[in-house]
């Protein structure tokens, strides 16, 4: 999933203006449900000092955040914390009237009470691992193929959805296509019996039948955890449960781990990162069933792509959260030339999933987007309503020799040939001796271009050269290669 919160604790000093409040200073906890009937903390750690507070928000999701842009309006204190969490306090007698909106989730509704601050406290430390080079497991010879939750459903997503998901997946051709993997990402997460068993909640009832739903079907399982106590929604995490943990995702046949940090922050230090990661790593390498490993862990400094692999990482985030518009997407996928060195067979660099299909840029953009990455030998997993795609959507995530590109087995990430104003050339070596060419237009307009073979990254001539996206060869021009790329568009060319 997303959403990976640095586990910074802060408090901070905010001015409220000078309107009479009532008086919050206090431990405040509140009990959020969510859906799934699962029930989750909340505290608010105030302090109220004429018309400041001091004050600060532990969401065991993100750790401890300050109070931003606080003010009271009709006597009730309003405020935000970081990651686009708004809150409103509204004092009824001894209670506070809690309601938190955040850009994913619906709006929730708490009565909270004063409780010790002791609670507040973060959980304990457990022994870290000696670190050491963990060996590959064998597994995302080439990037993973698959489908995730979180893009399109987030929170909303159950049982029922993902059949109709595999289903779709099967149906429409992107199975065959390559699309194996479906994962389930955050807030499937239960509670955890007496043993420590962690079960589902119940948005999904049965976790095993579903994995072996899917495996008759041809796909792989995906679930999604967190080295935290509680995940970036808030859900229980695998912290000090690892073992137990990979061996219940291996009995309920999974094939596929999303491992994101989250909370793990306010417990460990940035330099720690390795190591906690690692003692999934080890119980992933115990558990009695092949797992692809996916560290969703971006957070600056990290320098999870050096790392990653040794911890027995398969795939990493080198980026924070993807969103479905041009800039953000154009933002993280041209920035991706620095990790090339660090892909490979067994190990890729992660730019996040795909955006394609869910509506916020346009299906020459989108065209754009499938490119960029596939030429990044990055994971193609979609992240759209697979049960209601356009025929656009459809053919630009089916097309077989884009997907080619990005599996080809040398493993070899694309980089940046050329960058000329808006346009750029990306280029990536296939194994067959050939290289795949992307001619990208950054622009707002049309533009016309002529590049040489050498611009384009050819030390020769090609004998030959194809359009991937016009599913035609060319006539090869001595001069080198003349065409015109749509604003945000992109030609795709491979030759030898």
Known sequence: MKRSLPGICLAAWVALGAAPAPEMTGTWKADLVRRGDVHLPLYLVLRQSGDRLE???????????????AHFEDGDAVFDTQFGMNYRLHAEGPLLRVTVRYEWRPTEVAM???????????????????????????????????????NRFGEAVDDATVREIADALVNSGMAAAGYTYVCIDDTWEGDRDADGRL??????????????????????????????????????GSHGREEQDARTFADW?????????????CTYRLDERRAVCQRMGEALARCGRPVVFSLSESTPG????????????????TTSD???????MSAIGFNQDQFARSAGPGHWNDPDMLEVGNGGMTDTEY??????WCLLAAPLIAGNDLRQMSTATLSTLTNRELIAVDQDPLGQQGTRQLQRGSLEVWCKPLQDGSRAVGIFNRSSETIPIALSWEELGFSRLPAAVRDLWAGRNLAVEPTGFRGRVPAHGVVVLRGA
């Not at 600060?56 to 300050?66: S, T, Y």
């Not at 409780?115 to 995302?140: H, S, Y």
């Not at 976790?207 to 106590?229: E, N, T």
């Not at 046949?253 to 922050?265: F, I, T």
Request: aromatic share 12%.
């Open 55 to 69: 004050g600060r928000v532990f969401a065991p999701a993100g750790g401890e955040l300050p109070l931003r842009k």
């Open 112 to 150: 909270a009470v004063r409780v010790a601050e002791t609670e507040t406290a973060p959980p304990a430390r457990i022994p870290l691992p000696e670190v050491r080079n963990l060996p590959e497991n064998g597994l995302a010879r080439t990037p993973p193929m698959g489908w995730n939750s979180w």
């Open 199 to 236: 079960h589902p909640n119940g948005k999904f009832p049965d976790l095993k039948a579903l994995g072996d739903y899917l495996h008759r079907r041809g796909l792989k399982f995906g679930l999604y955890s967190s080295p935290g106590v509680q995940t970036c929604a808030g859900y229980a």
């Open 253 to 265: 046949g999974v094939d596929y781990l999303k491992y994101d940090w989250c909370s793990a922050g």
């Open 302 to 317: 990290s320098e999870v792509w050096i790392w990653g692999p040794l911890a027995g990482a398969n795939l990493w985030r």
């Open 322 to 328: 993807i969103h479905d518009n041009w800039t953000e």
């Open 367 to 372: 065209r754009t987007h499938f490119s960029l």
